[in-house]
């Protein structure tokens, strides 16, 4: 992906996210080319579509025909709405409050306890609306989900009330990377969920969903009727050992600019703490970029970032608007080059794979963390498309 892009308007500082869409859409595809015939995608855009921003991306999928979408709030799903999406949206979490707004916006509701189920039964009582739902079975996950014990009497109360109609039923895969025995394990428990409310309702559920991004790579002949893939949408695979022969694209660059390069002597400490301290006379950069916009604060003396196609140490502890880079070894390193934090530059590509690896968590994670104070420039045809 071309990281350039110029800065949107009222936009002053050069740390930017570039969210490739022709990326989510290879990647929207790639996915769709290892199911069957007829397979759903419900496309996971909760947290603003993992950092990617949720709006612009719902709107290109729902372009390509995503037959649905997930978030995890309410106010997610509304979001989506008012954008004037309006393709089925799955309210992964629906909260003791919103019920209603939820309700008159046609999203569509996740039951997933007793508390739940009555919740949501009451509120489509009380505003005469018949309600399509979908009830989530806990087959592993020991999270959200209708305990198995509870699992007929939950349906047999959603069952008498006539404004409440089964939809979907779903689970969730809880180490489908790592643990095929229990990931199996899941599937008859789900196979057993699935049947029972088929029995109890006297149809099939329409919508029977429960593979994510791992399940779909691990075991795609296991999808049921639909998949919810989230972190492959966005380029990543959930597990490098899954998917080897699936090619898809990371769709974030998350870069920024020198702001001005310093010659310091040996022994000098840098930064809060002088956690790190000069070996040797130093050419230290200084980035626009810290903890506020999501690039962590344990990244102090252990990432790196890619400066004219060379990779190379932060040093001292990141701050809140600032970081240090030891560009010592690049004679040329100048004020305004560009500096790629993770994904695709003029010079190169870091991972944010490895970026997490070196910091000891995922890649979910990092993309999610890139904050609101951070600009997005969208592209499209390598062309910047729009700004928020």
Known sequence: ????????ERSF???????????????FQAIRGLLSAGTQIYAIVKADAYGHGAVPVSRELEALGVQGFGVATVEEGLELRRAGIRTPVLVL???SSGIEEALEADLTPVVYSPGSAARV?????????????????????????????????????????????LEGVLSHLAAAESDPGFTELQFSRFDEGVLEATRLWGEAPQKVHLANSAGILGYPERTWSGV????????VRPDPKLGAGVEVRPAMTFRTSVLAVRAVPAGTPLSYGGTFRTRRDSRIAV???????GYRRDFSNRARVLVRGSLV??????????????????AAAAEGDEVVLFGRGAGGHLPVEDLARSVGTIPYELLCAVSRRVPRIYLKGGKALRAS
């Open 1 to 8: 992906m071309d990281s350039s892009g110029t800065l949107p």
């Open 13 to 27: 500082r050069p740390t930017l996210a570039i969210v490739d869409l022709d990326a989510i859409a290879f990647n």
């Open 93 to 95: 979490g629906v909260c």
């Open 121 to 165: 039964s009451e509120a489509a009582r009380r505003i005469g609306k018949r309600v399509s739902v979908h009830l989530k079975l806990d087959t592993g996950m020991g999270r959200l989900g209708i305990a198995r014990d509870q699992w007929l009497i939950v349906m047999a109360e959603l069952r008498q009330n006539p404004w409440i109609r």
């Open 228 to 235: 919810r893939p989230g972190i492959m949408l966005y380029g």
């Open 287 to 293: 980035l626009p970029v810290g903890y506020a916009d």
């Open 313 to 330: 140490p932060v040093v001292g502890t990141v701050t809140m608007d600032l970081t240090l880079a030891d560009v010592t070894d690049l």
